[in-house]
């Protein structure tokens, strides 16, 4: 039997979910939440073989869950639903160490397989949405973003220029620049919007900034 763990914070969504896992003879849905916190604290206690979370919850989202679990070296594999269908965005979710990768308005089927793949320590991601994938290794061969990129990307996508950045963290105009522009090559984004939106879909901030297009002089 797979012991599962489901984090969303869409209640009707996770109510639904609960009620097709109870459906299947092999999965046993032994615990769940409705935010990222909660979903921390309750894989600690459980230990669960599969963890499904959704990628943006408050106050942090699964792609934060996941890297939690991976630094604490538990076993708990981790499946991610989503609506969105970013490349940049499935890239950061198995650089953090995901195990699955569904979208949430495909086939329960999906759902299933992906649980039942991760549980065996297999990779999982959504027919569909592979076939739009440019590079289906890019997971292998890119790695994440470090604590500091991930730092200056949130506050980039909150609407920081770069002199408040640098202010901000001490460091000169010049470092947060490239900082910015490693973020955009790892990710294979091109512009500061395409990073605000990244930011939002993958759960790093909870909304837009007004102006985003001010954060940073158009790229020459």
Do not use: W
């Not at 459980?46 to 604490?72: F, K, Q, T, W, Y």
């Not at 989503?82 to 759902?111: I, Q």
């Not at 992906?114 to 027919?127: D, K, L, P, Q, Y």
Request: some cysteine; glycine content about 8%.
């Amino acid at each position: 039997m797979i012991s599962v763990v489901i984090a969303d914070d869409h209640v009707p969504f996770r109510q639904g979910l609960l009620r097709l896992m109870e459906m299947e003879e092999d999965i046993a849905v032994v615990g769940e939440c409705g935010n990222g916190n909660a979903a921390i604290e309750m894989i600690l206690a459980i230990r669960p073989d599969v963890a499904v979370l959704d990628v943006v919850m408050p106050p942090v989202g699964g792609i934060e869950v996941a890297e939690e679990i991976a630094e604490r070296g538990l076993d708990t594999r981790v499946v991610v639903l989503t609506t969105y269908k970013s490349p940049a965005l499935v890239r950061s979710v198995f650089n953090a160490g995901v195990s699955a990768y569904a979208l949430k308005d495909g086939a329960f089927d999906d759902v299933a397989q992906a649980i039942r793949t991760a549980a065996v320590g297999g990779t999982f991601i959504t027919a569909s949405l592979a076939l739009d994938l440019p590079d289906p290794g890019f997971a292998v061969h890119d790695g994440p973003l470090t604590s500091r990129e991930r730092e200056i990307l949130k506050m980039i996508a909150r609407g920081q220029t770069g002199r408040e950045i640098s202010a901000s963290l001490f460091i000169s105009p010049k470092t947060v620049e490239t900082h910015r522009k490693n973020i955009m090559c790892k990710l294979c984004l091109s512009s500061v919007a395409e990073l605000v939106c990244y930011a939002v879909e993958s759960g790093l901030i909870r909304e837009r900034p007004e102006r985003p297009g001010a954060l940073f002089p158009p790229r020459r």
